[in-house]
């Protein structure tokens, strides 16, 4: 599976984007899509994961209530819309996605769960 996220970008502190992450050529119903973040000094970090619907979601702590995952079936794709974006949500952002969806959130939250992984996008908050 090959993940191509782009939307990465600099923005205020209060402001949003949404990230993309296509992923062409692939039964892609049938894969968990995620996203993990990382910051310089810092370790990986989950950042939210999507199965079906949004029924099945997990998102990390530090980003529940701000982000959104997402995903269009028909175009292949997982989007992550991040509203109220704070300095510290300033990291690479990688889309990731697995063939098996974890109910329990310690399970989901893992980078070892993601079989998959994406180039990084570059989001910078500016404060």
């Known amino acids: 599976v090959q993940l191509q996220a782009s939307g990465g970008g600099l923005v205020q502190a209060g402001g949003s984007l949404r990230l993309s992450c296509a992923a062409p050529?692939?039964?892609?119903?049938?894969?968990?899509m995620g996203w993990f973040r990382q910051a310089p000094g810092k370790e990986r970090e989950f950042v939210a994961a999507?199965?079906?619907?949004?029924?099945?979601?997990h998102y990390g702590d530090s980003v529940k209530g701000r982000f959104t995952i997402s995903r269009d079936n028909a175009k292949n794709t997982v989007y992550l819309q991040m509203n109220s974006l704070k300095p510290e949500d300033t990291a690479v952002y990688s889309c990731?996605?697995?063939?098996?969806?974890?109910?329990?959130?310690?399970?989901?939250?893992?980078?070892?769960?993601?079989?998959?992984w994406g180039q990084g996008t570059q989001v910078t908050v500016s404060s």
């Open positions: 999507m199965w079906w619907s949004a029924g099945t979601t």
């Open positions: 050529g692939c039964a892609f119903m049938s894969y968990v």
């Open positions: 990731v996605a697995s063939n098996t969806w974890y109910t329990n959130y310690e399970r989901a939250s893992r980078s070892g769960a993601y079989s998959y």
